[in-house]
């Protein structure tokens, strides 16, 4: 595909046209898997992912781990004296709680990247665990709730996406018209796309349906600031 027809800024372009998915994927895939696992309750379960959250927390304070633990396993939804005092220490400390997804998104990231090529063999074991139960997950979550599912849950992180970077690609009416091209021409592509099972635990028909979803998402949001940014010179 060529862009040599339109003025470009090359750094804006390459930040979508070079946007590697896997954090994309290894989130929606956790989404399905806290969603519609089937042993969420299972010690097996718990242990996989507070190794996770473990293995990509920020911090070396003991006690911020443990906080951050009990959030994982009990969260804090009740009222009781644990969660008080976890919530309270988690405030005093300035961790947020939903911190916790986005550190076991990473970690999941990072496993799935390196895969069976891993010698450390307790990122083998998470992986083989984490991986049969995010199959089970998503076809449990496609047989209730279908791809449609699939391509709304995308479309808010390719909304998230435009909006992380907003600061970045509004700069100038250049870097906006670039974001917009580069976005569309994603959009195109994971529409024509042939589509391969890269991790190995979705049907191709769950990754297609994922990514044309994400980069809808992030067109549209980049339409509905654009319409908004409009309305608003008028």
């Known amino acids: 595909m060529s862009f040599t027809d339109y003025p470009l800024d090359s750094e804006v372009f390459r930040l979508f046209w070079n946007l590697k998915l896997h954090s994309f994927f290894a989130r929606l895939a956790l989404r399905y898997l806290l969603t519609w696992g089937l042993e969420t309750n299972s010690l097996s379960h718990r242990i996989a992912l507070t190794y996770l959250l473990n293995k990509r927390i920020q911090t070396n304070s003991l006690f911020d781990r443990l906080a951050l633990t009990y959030v994982l396993n009990r969260g804090l939804e009740t009222n009781s004296v644990f969660d008080r005092l976890a919530r309270a220490y988690?405030?005093?400390?300035?961790?947020?709680?939903?911190?916790?997804?986005?550190?076991?998104?990473?970690?999941?990231?990072?496993?799935?990247?390196?895969?069976?090529?891993?010698?450390?063999?307790?990122?083998?074991?998470?992986?083989?665990?984490?991986?049969?139960?995010?199959?089970?997950?998503?076809?449990?979550?496609?047989?209730?709730?279908?791809?449609?599912?699939?391509?709304?849950?995308?479309?808010?992180?390719?909304?998230?996406?435009?909006?992380r970077n907003l600061q970045r690609i509004s700069k100038t009416p250049l870097t906006w018209q670039t974001a917009k091209i580069a976005?569309?021409?994603?959009?195109?592509?994971?529409?024509?796309?042939?589509?391969?099972?890269?991790?190995?635990?979705?049907?191709?028909?769950?990754?297609?349906?994922?990514?044309?979803g994400y980069w809808t998402g992030a067109l549209e949001r980049l339409r509905q600031l654009e319409k908004e940014e409009n309305s608003e010179s008028d």
Not at 103 to 121: D, E, S, V
Not at 190 to 195: G, I, L
């Open 90 to 163: 988690l405030v005093n400390r300035g961790l947020e709680t939903n911190s916790v997804f986005d550190t076991i998104a990473r970690a999941f990231m990072h496993l799935l990247k390196r895969g069976p090529q891993t010698r450390n063999l307790f990122d083998k074991m998470a992986l083989m665990y984490l991986v049969k139960r995010c199959d089970e997950a998503v076809h449990k979550g496609l047989s209730v709730r279908g791809f449609a599912d699939v391509f709304d849950l995308a479309q808010v992180e390719g909304i998230n996406l435009i909006d």
């Open 183 to 212: 976005v569309a021409c994603r959009s195109i592509e994971a529409f024509h796309q042939e589509n391969t099972d890269e991790f190995g635990y979705t049907t191709d028909e769950f990754r297609y349906t994922a990514e044309l």
